[in-house]
């Protein structure tokens, strides 16, 4: 009780800091995007006084400003400056040039943020036909691109494809002499994101080997990189329940193994505390669970993370579930009160990120035995989603699985009633977007089809069970 008592106090104060501010924070939000972007056109200015608007010192400095054009959302600016630095690049040395393929894959990628996916193909298909066989698969550049149009299948759920490129980066990253790691595991990764949109566990638990031995194979056992991807593989043994071995993962993991210059960055260590008590939770370990939630909120708290428009709001809801399921509704409000103050000022991004982090709650607390904290915590993640704007990200995917565990849940409790409408929304939902037989479709198409032979509505369960087939046909 007084654990509960002090941290509801520290983030009493810090929600007073927090509404003294929220008048001026989106404000100051724009102020500082500003700031970067008159800082880049500055930069560009002075570029070309000291060594000329034709010169290769200005590459860089183009690159910035459309950089910082595209943090701003304008657009149309941010390719004109990207193509002129590509121009400029081709213009200073010469056709077919390192730089010039390294400013085509940016531009790439900017179309990919922005979803214009066609053009980011095509733009992604310039840098593997024209400068691929010149300077090597292994380029970072190249490698990018392979990553980047995998990606862009992925969005369009065409897996199958996209696995293709992924274990193609993953090949190549194994066989060079210098691997580009973070690219090697961007792409295992991604087959991962596919098997968690098809709910495959098995697809799941079977990537994260390979992302632990192929880390291995690359850098060895006590890299970051091999430290970051036990951090993740154990997020991913605590998604399909099997935490003691999620546990076993990370106690594997040394106290300044994740920086390469010693010392655990703070946000990798909070997450790390923020793994564990999950995973307490998951093990019954109660008092272990309530000090990493206590601990992770009270670091950003006391490291000022308000100010850096981090402000743990994950972590504060963690903490006030953990408090509800232990019976301290009182504590549990006032900690939920406080996030809810600072997530009416967050981004469509960041509020997509804590419908996220209930959805994994709640799954935590239905294995647990708490249907009733899984309900609110599925519930108050799809209230934000529906806040969130309707990013490709949002509409694909996590506003599908939000709703299709609400519906497991009760499905799981005998309340199809409750159940089919739900599991309707969630296939209704993926169809707009990908069409009937879209691998994503399978969970609540299976679903749909065993409450309809419960219920009696043959015709309609040989129908959903016809389009079911046809599904499981296309995954990876």
Not at 282 to 291: F, I, P, R
């Amino acid at each position: 009780m007084l654990a509960r008592a002090r941290v509801v106090a520290v983030l009493t104060l810090a929600a007073l800091s927090f509404v003294a501010k929220a008048q001026t924070i989106e404000d100051g939000v724009r102020l500082a995007y500003a700031n970067i972007l008159t800082r880049a056109q500055d930069s560009v200015a002075k570029t070309g006084e000291r060594y000329g608007q034709e010169s290769g010192e200005m590459i860089p400095a183009l690159e910035s400003l459309g950089n910082a054009f595209a943090l701003l959302k304008r657009n149309e600016e941010a390719e004109n400056t990207y193509r002129r630095a590509i121009k400029l690049a081709g213009t200073v040395y010469g056709p077919d040039n390192a730089v010039a393929m390294n400013e085509t894959e940016r531009l790439a990628t900017f179309y990919s943020r922005a979803g214009k996916l066609d053009q980011a193909e095509a733009t992604y298909d310039i840098v593997l036909k024209d400068y691929a066989a010149r300077y090597g698969e292994s380029e970072q550049s190249v490698v990018r691109s392979l990553n980047g149009i995998g990606r862009i299948h992925l969005w369009r759920h065409d897996f199958k494809t996209a696995k293709r490129y992924f274990d193609r980066v993953a090949a190549i990253v194994g066989k060079a002499p210098m691997p580009d790691v973070d690219e090697g595991l961007s792409a295992l990764w991604s087959i991962e994101t596919m098997y968690r949109l098809e709910r495959d566990e098995k697809g799941i638990l079977q990537i994260n080997e390979r992302v632990l031995e192929s880390v291995a194979r690359w850098q060895g056992g006590l890299s970051r990189w091999a430290c970051q991807a036990r951090l993740e593989a154990a997020g991913s043994y605590e998604y399909v329940g099997r935490y003691a071995e999620a546990e076993k993962l990370i106690d594997l993991i040394p106290p300044d193994c994740m920086d390469p210059w010693g010392g655990m960055p703070v946000l990798e260590g909070r997450r790390r505390t923020l793994r564990l008590a999950d995973i307490a939770v998951g093990l019954g370990e109660s008092n272990k669970a309530e000090h990493g939630y206590y601990a992770t909120v009270i670091s950003y708290q006391v490291a000022g993370a308000l100010d850096l428009l981090e402000p743990g709001i994950d972590a504060q809801i963690s903490l006030a579930a953990f408090y509800r399921a232990k019976g301290g509704d009182d504590a549990a409000t006032k900690i939920e009160q406080q996030a809810a103050v600072q997530e009416r000022h967050l981004g469509a991004d960041w509020i997509s990120t804590l419908a996220y982090r209930r959805d994994e709650l709640g799954r935590l607390y239905f294995r647990r035995g708490k249907p009733a904290l899984a309900e609110s915590l599925f519930t108050a993640a799809l209230a934000s989603l529906e806040k969130a704007g309707a990013s490709p990200d949002v509409k694909n995917n996590i506003y599908p699985q939000v709703v299709g565990d609400l519906a497991d849940l009760y499905a799981n409790s005998g309340d199809y009633a409750k159940a089919e409408p739900l599991y309707r929304q969630e296939l209704e939902s993926i169809v707009r977007s990908f069409g009937p037989d879209d691998i994503q479709a399978e969970h609540a198409t299976a679903s749909l089809a065993s409450i309809c032979e419960k219920s009696g509505r043959k015709e309609e369960a040989g129908r959903l069970n016809d389009s079911l087939a046809r599904i499981r046909e296309r995954r990876i």
